[in-house]
């Protein structure tokens, strides 16, 4: 008799195409994009995080005489629907379709850089293509260069985004960089708390891609690494901003991005979107916030998160929800029900017996 076959899906999904992986990386750049200046109307567009204004980067950006660049502040708020699109119209009626976009910068600047490479090929509002497969044509060649290293922007197929509606990425095969450019000279002049906070964010993703549905010995390979390079970074005698542990973190916030495109992130993941959503907190600083009350779901991964917090000082403060009316922990709880891959992921299918508005507001209050 002849097994029958089994119904399953397993993801398809698509890489970087090209990773320049080491110190000094950074001058391969020009040489990186050379092949690609004749696509389009023959120019590049550079997003540059702000901070590099006046820094020694600055000179080293290899921007030709035709080319725009843009220093973009990351301060004010993460990267909005409203922002990609103005910029969008505003390099069309410019110069037209560029050769292709190249983002250096954090998390924040990766996904803007992700974000305009798909818009400026599709039609109408960034608002539009908020959620899976939603995009209809492919972008433009992208290009990035992180100098945080973290949140895993550099390798994820998603571009991260907030609306007036929602927070949610525009995901498809296509919003995955062409080349990446990993050099950890870039992430040397992280402030300390942001270097803790985006570590702690890679920490996190291979904390909740373990422990979830989707997990499979792919992603646990990838977690599993990047866990023990955080490990190397974070705790023991070596710990600390050093070169020898910038090398590591910059292959960890990778190794994390790579263990969630096979598995999913989970509760605190869910509770960041909804107070990042609310309130603009930062995404890895929320996640901090929130990975300190998490015990309940992952006992041995919340303990070892606050044994790095101690050994670094790090100060999270606690009675933030006394400030929140109920009704601000209510659209925070309804933002976070509404990710239901994420609570697939982390509770399994009985999720929504589980899982309610209730108890969202009840965790959010433990903040
Ligand atoms: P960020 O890009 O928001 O930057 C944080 C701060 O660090 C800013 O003040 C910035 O100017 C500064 N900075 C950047 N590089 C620096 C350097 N080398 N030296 C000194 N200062 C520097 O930080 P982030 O945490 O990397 O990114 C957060 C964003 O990433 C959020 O918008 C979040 O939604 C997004 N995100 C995306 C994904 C994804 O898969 N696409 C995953 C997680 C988070
Ligand atoms: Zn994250």
Request: aromatic share 10%.
């Amino acid at each position: 008799m002849v097994a029958a076959l089994t119904q399953t899906t397993h993801k398809n999904f698509k890489g970087v195409e090209k990773t320049v992986y080491g110190r000094g990386s950074f001058s391969q750049l020009d040489e990186i994009l050379a092949p690609r200046r004749a696509d389009n109307e023959g120019y590049f567009v550079f997003l540059v995080d702000n901070y590099f204004k006046g820094k020694p980067l600055e000179g080293q950006v290899p921007a030709h005489a035709e080319d725009l660049t843009y220093y973009i502040s990351v301060e004010e708020h993460e990267p909005t629907t409203d922002q990609i699109d103005r910029l969008r119209d505003e390099i069309l009626s410019k110069k037209g379709l560029p050769s292709g976009v190249v983002g250096i910068g954090g998390g924040s600047i990766m996904d803007i850089a992700k974000a305009l490479s798909l818009m400026l090929t599709n039609e109408g509002s960034s608002t539009l293509y908020q959620g899976l497969n939603l995009i209809k044509k492919p972008g433009v060649y992208h290009v990035g260069v992180p100098t945080i290293s973290g949140t895993g922007a550099e390798v994820s197929m998603t571009a991260v985004l907030t609306g007036p509606v929602k927070k949610l990425g525009l995901k498809c095969e296509w919003t995955v960089f062409n080349q990446i450019v990993l050099d950890p000279d870039l992430i040397a002049s992280v402030p300390r708390n942001w270097w803790f906070y985006t570590g702690m964010d890679t920490y996190i993703h291979c904390i909740e891609s373990e422990n979830g549905r989707m997990n499979n010995a792919y992603s646990h390979a990838y977690a599993e690494q990047a866990m023990k390079l955080c490990r190397e970074v974070y705790l023991g005698e070596n710990s600390g901003q050093t070169a020898e542990n910038d090398d590591k973190l910059m292959v960890a916030s990778m190794m994390g991005g790579l263990s969630l495109t096979y598995s999913e992130v989970g509760v605190c993941h869910a509770l960041s979107y909804g107070l990042s959503k609310i309130l603009g907190t930062r995404h890895c600083y929320a996640n901090c916030l929130i990975m300190n009350h998490l015990a309940d779901y992952y006992p041995q991964g919340v303990a070892e998160f606050k044994e790095m917090v101690a050994y670094h000082q790090i100060d999270l403060p606690k009675g933030l929800s006394k400030e929140w009316s109920d009704d601000t922990i209510t659209q925070m709880a309804h933002v976070s029900y509404n990710l239901p891959h994420m609570w697939l992921h982390a509770i399994g299918d009985n999720w929504q017996e589980v899982i309610t508005i209730d108890l969202l507001k009840d965790l959010f209050r433990r903040l």
